[in-house]
């Protein structure tokens, strides 16, 4: 027997008519490109983003094909956002720190109809816009005023302003309906080794996706908050906050391109934000311009880190320094992005700080609609004690069933169930409490007589040095036990520490055969284009490093 309730398919419009409707005066504020404060209600919002359904049917661009953004967090880009998606037509996010080889390559992959870009890009811009084979228009998120020069202008055939495509379109457009299991946005994944593969969302798994982010133990955002994206619309839809503003109703604070603790500072204390999310390095920089110059933060209460591990020194910092609850988070670009958060549960109330610490550092419990498990090298599934650990396997409905284009074959592994799982590539042991802690993403793990030793632990411990501003640990090859950690270290600016000093800073934090057997000082570690150390370089650079252990 079926049940008698209204079908209405979960649909990616139904957030900015809800926002339109219900929460009409709420403000999206914009720090944009051209300079300005810029602020529009979701009222105003919405009906932009009609128009740019209207425009799009005006350039040709049919539903189900892919139109294209290089962009920064602002009020265009949500427009963007909805009257794409909205109008069946497919958001492509492109990451603007991705080498112009790799922007082509997934152009053309992509078979983008329309580039949008800031102006921030148009040198990108000119140097890939010949190169593309399907990119009919370039759509730069400007007003006339601010258009590159004529000479400048005519290199790029079929260059577009955004805001006089927008004066041209109406803003009568009725969001068609459609099955929700329909093509919302992709996203390609920043492929480390080898071509990037794209990842394609529903509008069924966003939907789904943005209920169980927008929960009390994800990122707990209401009507009554401030959200702040730190984290780039062109990463995984920022992990799902464009579409979680409209749905709580929240005001949407958007950094554009000033993303330095300075400018973010700004933001967060003129438009009293109380939620941010983002990467660690970025928060770095963030506490780095704050306790330079003696700040406090007035209104912010929880800022939501993930995308690689937070080092607890980090969450101490929020929290005793600031008062501010970090919400440590983990998940990727194929599971939309959000698998685990780290809130507490009722007994954790009795623990003292230290234990509380412990809890938030720990990447978090699987939040409704992501089931994990561990599994040994065999696929049989390992205890969740806290101590074995194996590769992280995920299933749920905004995780990801195949590439796009099929790219990779099915990248799924059966259980003796035959339920289908997709494996992370990441290495985890898991709590009696349910909360997952990833020790290792598997090619970066260290292999020390035959035993895993976690990077990330040893990582954590570095970070907590006062003299420390980034540390990365990778595996060193050593006669004896095949592999040793080697710590790479990038000081603080005016700081001092030296490679005994940091072996002897590890002892009776971790089992004595982890410590790592040398530590090499660097200028820079190499970031990649979503911010997360590329250990891969690294390892390269130091393949033929000595061991003083050897
Ligand atoms: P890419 O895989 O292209 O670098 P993603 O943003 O999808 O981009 O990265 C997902 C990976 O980032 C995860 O598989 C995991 O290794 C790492 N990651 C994400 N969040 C965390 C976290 N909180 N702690 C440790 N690693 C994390």
């Known amino acids: 027997m079926l049940g008698q309730m ?10 900015i008519v809800h926002a339109e409707r219900h929460h009409g005066e709420q403000l999206v504020v914009s720090r944009r490109v051209e300079g300005d404060i810029h602020r529009i209600s979701y ?10 359904a209207n425009a799009l049917q005006t350039l040709g661009v049919a539903p189900g094909q892919r139109a294209a953004t290089l962009a920064w967090n602002t009020h265009r880009h949500m427009e963007l956002y909805y009257g794409v998606s909205g109008s069946a037509r ?33 040198p990108l811009i000119q140097a890939v816009a010949g190169r593309t084979k399907t990119v009919k228009h370039w759509v730069a998120m400007t007003s006339r005023a601010h258009m590159p020069p004529a000479e400048q202008a005519a290199k790029v055939p079929g260059l577009l302003c955004y805001e006089e495509l927008l004066e041209q379109a109406s803003d009568a457009y009725a969001w068609p309906v459609f099955d929700e299991n329909t093509a919302s946005s992709l996203c390609y994944t920043s492929g480390t080794t080898g071509n990037p593969k794209g990842v394609l969302y529903s509008h069924r798994s966003t939907v789904l996706h943005t209920m169980a982010a927008a929960l009390p133990d994800c990122l707990g955002c209401g009507a009554a908050d401030a959200i702040l994206p730190v984290v780039p619309m062109f990463h995984v839809n920022s992990w799902g906050i464009v579409y979680l503003a409209p749905m ?5 604070v958007l950094p554009g391109p000033g993303l330095d603790g300075k400018s973010l500072y700004e933001l967060f204390e003129t438009e009293r934000v109380t939620i941010s999310a983002g990467v660690p390095t970025v928060w770095q920089g963030l ?5 330079a110059n003696q700040l406090k933060f007035s209104t912010m209460r929880k800022s939501a880190i993930g995308g690689s591990a937070c080092p607890p020194a980090m969450i101490r910092k929020f929290r005793d320094a600031y008062g501010v609850h970090v919400i440590h988070a983990w998940g990727m670009t194929e599971m939309s992005p959000i698998g685990t958060a780290a809130a507490f549960k009722g007994q954790h109330a009795e623990l003292d700080d230290e234990g509380r610490l412990a809890v938030m550092s720990t990447q978090g419990r699987a939040i409704y609609g992501v089931d994990m498990k561990i599994v040994a090298e065999d696929g049989a599934e390992l205890p969740w004690d806290g101590v074995a650990s194996g590769d992280l396997l995920v299933r749920g409905p905004w995780i990801i069933d195949t590439y796009f284009k099929g790219e990779g074959g099915d990248p799924k592994v059966a259980d003796a169930d035959g339920n289908r799982w997709f494996p992370t590539g990441d290495v985890a042991r898991i709590t009696p409490e349910g909360y997952m802690v990833i020790t290792d ?14 990077s990330i632990d040893l990582e954590n411990i570095a970070m907590a040095h006062p003299a420390v501003a980034m540390a990365a640990c990778i595996a060193a090859h050593h006669p004896k036990w095949d592999e040793r950690p080697l710590l ?63």
């Open 90 to 122: 497919v958001l492509h996010t492109v990451n603007p720190r991705l080498h112009p080889d790799q922007i082509v390559y997934i152009a053309d992959h992509a078979e983008d109809q329309v580039m949008f870009f800031d102006m921030t890009f148009w």
């Open 248 to 252: 709580t109703g929240a005001k949407l």
């Open 287 to 291: 506490l780095a311009h704050v306790e």
């Open 6 to 15: 209204m079908q209405l398919p979960l649909l990616i419009s139904s957030l």
């Open 488 to 550: 790479v270290v990038m000081k603080k600016p005016g700081m001092e520490v030296t490679r005994d000093e940091l072996i002897a800073f590890y002892e009776g934090k971790i089992a004595k055969w982890w410590t790592p057997d040398d530590v090499v000082f660097v200028d820079a570690i190499p970031l990649g284009a979503t911010g997360k150390m590329q250990k891969n370089k690294l390892r390269e650079q130091f393949k033929a490093h000595k061991l003083p252990t050897a």
């Open 43 to 52: 009222r105003e919002l919405a009906a932009r983003a009609r128009r740019v």
């Open 441 to 454: 993403r598997s090619k970066d793990v260290i292999k020390s007589g035959g035993e895993w030793i976690g």
